[in-house]
């Protein structure tokens, strides 16, 4: 009767450790409790002990950290990638607001001009000194938008045109070495704005002086 109560909702292995349980009782009275609680299987019978559980919960805990930084290391690639598609259509837009206007955003002289090419100040993309979706009423010959709308970066910042840009860590677009540069860029995880130049920005050079 008591093996036919402990088979109920019992798995196999469960009511195999059971009957051992049971026959281990009845061959050795009286109950020695200190063998049952050393012998590894009869020990499940009762349990986890805190050290068990302590160690599932650090076992669980360490897996957790490792699939979500992997997830986190996907996503920044993801993101990257996707402000570097963004950065590209911003390179074919500056191209058509110079062969209309002559000018760069933020009414710079174009690219081409010898010693034009570094320059100072910055816009952020989306103003209308920028002349990408809209004009300012400044820029000669305006026949944009050349862009529909412009795109927030993936971590939602806006874009940057900086015609001295420095490049000198390594970031994603601009290589090694030190150097300044006419570039678009999203600042990255951080979200930085305009004039951070970091590591963790993605970039692509205009030109350079
Ligand atoms: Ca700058
Ligand atoms: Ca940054």
Redesign the pocket.
């Known amino acids: 009767m008591r093996q036919i109560i402990f088979m109920k909702g019992f798995t196999p292995l469960e009511v195999q450790r059971h009957r051992r349980y049971d026959f281990y009782r009845k061959a050795q009275p009286p109950y020695d409790s200190v063998r049952v609680r050393t012998n590894p299987s009869l020990r499940l019978l009762t349990g986890f002990t805190i050290v068990e559980l302590l160690v599932t919960v650090s076992i669980i805990s360490l897996l957790s950290s490792v699939v979500l930084a992997s997830l986190n290391s996907a996503r920044t690639k993801s993101y990257t990638a996707r402000a570097q598609q963004d950065l590209a259509e911003f390179r074919k837009a500056i191209a058509l607001l110079e062969f209309d206007t002559n000018q760069a955003p933020n009414h710079h002289p174009i690219a081409g001009l010898p010693g034009s090419c570094q320059q100072d100040a910055e816009t952020y993309l989306d103003e209308t000194r920028a002349g990408i979706q809209a004009t300012d009423g400044a820029f000669p010959r305006w026949a944009g938008p050349y862009l529909q709308s412009v795109p927030k970066d993936p971590w939602g910042n806006r874009y940057i045109f900086d015609p001295d840009y420095r490049c000198f860590n390594n970031e994603v677009g601009c290589g090694s070495g030190d150097y300044w540069a006419r570039v678009v860029h999203s600042?990255?995880p951080?979200k930085?704005g305009i004039n951070?130049y970091?590591a963790?920005?993605i970039v692509l050079v205009l030109c350079r002086p």
């Open positions: 600042g990255g951080n930085s951070a970091e963790d920005n």
